[in-house]
Antibody, heavy 120, light 111 residues
Framework: QVQLQESGPGLVKPSQILSLTCSVS??????????WGWIRQHPGKGLEWIGY???????YYNPSLKSRLSISLDTSMNQFSLKLSSVTAADTAVYYC????????????WGQGTLVTVSS | QSALTQPASVSGSPGQSITISCAGASSDVGDYDYVSWYKHHPGKAPKVIIY???HRPSGVSNRFSGSKSGTTASLTISGLQADDEADYYCSSYSSSSTLWVFGGGTKLTVL
């Protein structure tokens, strides 16, 4: 069974780049058939879809974040990453990585999440 | 403000049934049978318990059931157990450019 684990700095300064990595075990991200993505939860709020990437490299982003967002694959490490630029306090959230199987309409595997705080 | 509207909290006693609503719009819940529900214990990975409105993944108890009417979906948990105490989130595929929308979450307390 596939497992996902987020990692990255827990504190980022305003205007800087938030970078997170999701390590995948129990399956290959290059095998196709899946979208690998990110979802976040602001403190005390609901979930927000950030975006995802297919094994071909095609990306799909939330339009509200698109101008600041980049999601990429590192097939050699079986990881995928999120980079969000020009962060503000509004980007403080728990960030989850998640997998969606192609032709299904739900996220079938999730990481435990990692809290990222944007503060000087 | 979340795209889908859920009650902030619900509660029930062991053995009882509860229902959590998830109100959406014609561009998401009303337009697709692609509503999913997730159970989340804080600090752990969310887990899908219902997909495509009413389907249960393998291994999920049949005490969990889902339905939809118009632009509102519902999750019903019957025979409440202590372990059901968690946060529950609904989600839907959307025809908007956002693609995926979620609810604000409902905290279930088992009394």
């Amino acid at each position: 069974q596939v497992q996902l684990q987020e990692s990255g700095p827990g504190l980022v300064k305003p205007s800087q780049i938030l970078s997170l990595t999701c390590s995948v075990s129990g399956g290959s991200i290059s095998s196709g058939g899946y979208h690998w993505g990110w979802i976040r939860q602001h403190p005390g709020k609901g979930l927000e879809w950030i975006g995802y990437i297919y094994s071909s490299g095609n990306t799909y982003y939330n339009p509200s974040l698109k101008s600041r967002l980049s999601i990429s694959l590192d097939t050699s490490m079986n990881q995928f990453s999120l980079k969000l630029s020009s962060v503000t306090a509004a980007d403080t959230a728990v960030y989850y990585c998640a997998r969606r199987t192609i032709a299904t309409y739900y996220f079938d595997s999730w990481g435990q999440g990692t809290l990222v705080t944007v503060s000087s | 403000q979340s795209a889908l509207t859920q009650p902030a909290s619900v509660s029930g006693s062991p053995g009882q049934s509860i229902t959590i609503s998830c109100a959406g719009a014609s561009s998401d819940v009303g337009d697709y049978d692609y509503v999913s529900w997730y159970k989340h214990h804080p600090g752990k990975a969310p887990k899908v318990i219902i997909y495509d409105v009413s389907h249960r993944p393998s291994g999920v108890s049949n005490r969990f059931s889902g339905s939809k009417s118009g632009t509102t979906a519902s999750l019903t948990i019957s025979g409440l157990q202590a372990d059901d105490e968690a946060d529950y989130y609904c989600s839907s595929y959307s025809s908007s450019s956002t693609l995926w929308v979620f609810g604000g979450g409902t905290k279930l307390t088992v009394l």
